[in-house]
């Protein structure tokens, strides 16, 4: 069953960018977090999104909050995109997809391609938002809104 906006974050692990392990506890619950599920490293749409939460990175900080992208890519092609384009911020390998069974990622075109959605979890770790689009910059409009308004 997928998460609900007013569910709690259950807590995970994850390989991160620099092959440690991330776990959710870490930040979920002592700060506000942005989750967001994207289809793949390197992409047009991916790469506009990633690199627009990178040029608005410290509005989210500003807010108190963390960002953290998740795909099912490598640690290597994580690693790979996120020097490419300067992310200052997490990426997450999900390559055995539990994170998006997890959460309740839906595919999108036909079930052809992972789905595009980013969580705004508060800092009790609730989520306060979630935002389904297969556009990418219009989550990070969503996301500060959201932050904006649960302060």
């Known amino acids: ?5 007013g569910d709690k974050i259950p807590s ?13 506890d870490s930040v979920v619950g ?11 490293d390197d ?7 990633a690199c627009s939460f990178r ?3 410290e509005d989210f900080k500003a807010l108190g909050a963390e960002v953290i992208g998740i795909s099912a890519d490598s640690v290597k092609s994580h690693q790979k995109f996120a020097s490419r384009h300067q992310l200052p911020f997490k990426l997450l390998s999900d390559s055995d997809k539990k994170l998006r069974k997890l959460f ?28 389904n689009s297969l556009s990418g910059k219009i989550h990070i409009k969503k996301a500060l809104e959201a932050l904006n308004n649960s302060l």
């Open 43 to 49: 992409t047009r749409v991916c790469t506009e999104q």
């Open 55 to 57: 040029d608005q990175y």
């Open 30 to 40: 002592k700060q506000s977090v942005v989750i967001y599920f994207y289809p793949k």
């Open 104 to 131: 309740g990622v839906p595919n999108d075109l036909l079930g052809l391609i992972p789905g595009r959605v980013t969580y705004v979890i508060d800092k009790d770790g609730i989520i306060r938002l979630i935002f």
């Open 12 to 24: 995970f692990k994850a390989i991160d960018t620099n092959g440690a392990t991330f776990e959710s």
């Open 1 to 5: 069953m997928a998460l609900q906006v």
